[in-house]
């Protein structure tokens, strides 16, 4: 060892260690105190983890709670599913909810009599969401899944009597795709709510927020449709974004929706079409796998 070097090796080391530091703080801010909870243990210190970023507000006694303002805890589409099908087909049935967001639908589900709920989410922040819901609400017969749906549903060997897909076919890249394995895995009612798209109202609605660049012909399995294709841009720079696994998805047109469930083998028992939304044309779609 050359002379001095035992001098100048902890002086290299501490200026990297302050440089490595200073580097850390500059990227991120990250500390982690501010992790740290110093108040008693409550339902309010979990969904103080994701501060800000809730969507839902929880179902009574919970609702008094700081969360978010949406009361899809009980929501009106899903009971209007509930209703079309008989409450009864609820009770005992093993059930799927597609992209569940913050729990809301699964919690609903159970709430229902399902035997067995099974969440899948693909988005870990809402995922971990899904988590403290059920903890809070105490929901015993639910599991939450930390994965792609279509993935799933690839390789899942267990058929369900019941899914929920409220919000995701038009985060899809290939909704036919979507449709195609729910009628593969689901045996009874399946529930569709999305948005749609249609040129003549977005048109006449300019104020509509849409990214949409184009289309393109597709077929899936020989059903021959038309994709749309939007871009979720700037939003997925956001804590709060609840779209797809990628960075852009393909929406369908309303025709081509219903056109696509018939020929996938889907019987379609009740549709609530809202063109007027004030965000985008959606539409609800209560349906029942035909018999094979």
């Known amino acids: 060892m050359k002379p001095g070097t035992n001098i100048l090796l902890p002086r290299i080391h501490s200026l990297f260690s302050f440089l490595a530091r200073k580097a850390g703080r500059d990227k ?24 800000g970023e809730w969507f839902s507000r929880l179902p009574a006694p919970y609702d008094t709670l700081t969360a978010g303002g949406m009361d899809i805890f ?40 399902a035997a067995e709920v099974v969440g899948v989410e693909a988005n870990t922040r809402a995922l971990l969401k899904c988590l403290i819901v059920k903890e809070i609400l105490g929901m015993s017969r639910v599991r939450f899944l930390c994965g792609n749906c279509v993935e799933y549903l690839r390789s899942n060997s267990t058929p369900f009597d019941i899914c929920i897909a409220s919000g995701v076919l038009y985060h899809m890249r290939n909704p036919a795709e979507l449709i195609a394995l729910l009628s593969e895995q689901c045996r009874g009612h399946v529930y569709f709510w999305t948005n749609y798209y249609d040129e003549e109202i977005m048109s ?8 949409f660049a184009g ?7 020989g059903f021959a449709h038309t994709l749309y294709h939007q871009e979720y841009r700037e939003t997925l720079n956001t804590k709060t974004f609840i779209g797809g696994v990628e960075s ?36 609800s779609i209560a349906v029942q796998r035909a018999p094979s």
């Open 248 to 283: 852009s998805s393909n929406w369908m047109s309303k025709d081509d929706i219903l056109r696509c469930l018939e020929y996938f083998q889907f019987e379609i028992l009740r549709i609530d079409d809202q063109p007027d939304n004030a965000l985008s044309p959606c539409i």
């Open 215 to 221: 289309s393109s012909s597709a077929n899936h399995q």
């Open 28 to 51: 991120s801010h990250f500390n982690i105190l501010d992790r740290i909870v110093g108040s008693a243990p409550s339902p309010q210190t979990l969904l103080d983890i994701f501060e």
């Open 74 to 113: 009980d929501d009106d589409r899903i009971r209007w599913f509930f209703d079309t099908i008989g409450p009864e087909r609820v009770q005992a049935a093993r059930a799927l909810d597609l992209g569940p967001l913050e729990g809301a639908h699964s919690y609903m589900l159970e709430k229902y009599g």
């Open 204 to 211: 006449a609605h300019p104020d509509i927020p849409h990214r």
